[in-house]
């Protein structure tokens, strides 16, 4: 069971990026997915995540109106787009996976990824 982040990088701010989670092992369209984030001298924080029983999303306050969160079963993959990114976006962004409700706290995820750096200049 693996998960693997992608697609982060260093983007101005009111730029955009993708990132991707892809799984290896196991379907993820059998778990709840949520995308996290943590800052640098700060706890882990929850951005979004979407239900393994009807594709339901949530979104922080933080990101809502500018992240989308999105799967691609074909593909395996869950996709996080970030448009109009904020310095404060700024962390190493995690997927991870669990069966325990679609909310955005980390507690309630079992698989979790490497992460992957985004970095917001202003």
């Known amino acids: 069971v693996q998960l693997v982040e992608s697609g982060g990088g260093l983007v101005q701010a009111g730029g955009s990026l993708r990132l991707s989670c892809a799984a290896s092992?196991?379907?993820?369209?059998?778990?709840?997915i949520g995308w996290f984030r943590q800052a640098p001298g700060k706890e882990r924080e929850g951005v979004s995540c979407?239900?393994?029983?009807?594709?339901?999303?949530y979104y922080s306050d933080s990101v809502q109106g500018r992240f989308t969160i999105s799967r691609d079963n074909a593909k395996n993959t869950v996709y996080l787009q970030m448009n109009s990114l904020k310095p404060e976006d700024t962390a190493v962004y995690y997927c991870a996976a669990g069966v325990y409700g679609a909310y955005i706290l980390p507690s309630l995820y079992d698989y979790w990824g490497q992460g992957t750096q985004v970095t917001v200049s202003s």
């Open positions: 092992g196991f379907s993820l369209d059998d778990y709840d």
């Open positions: 979407i239900s393994r029983n009807d594709d339901s999303t």
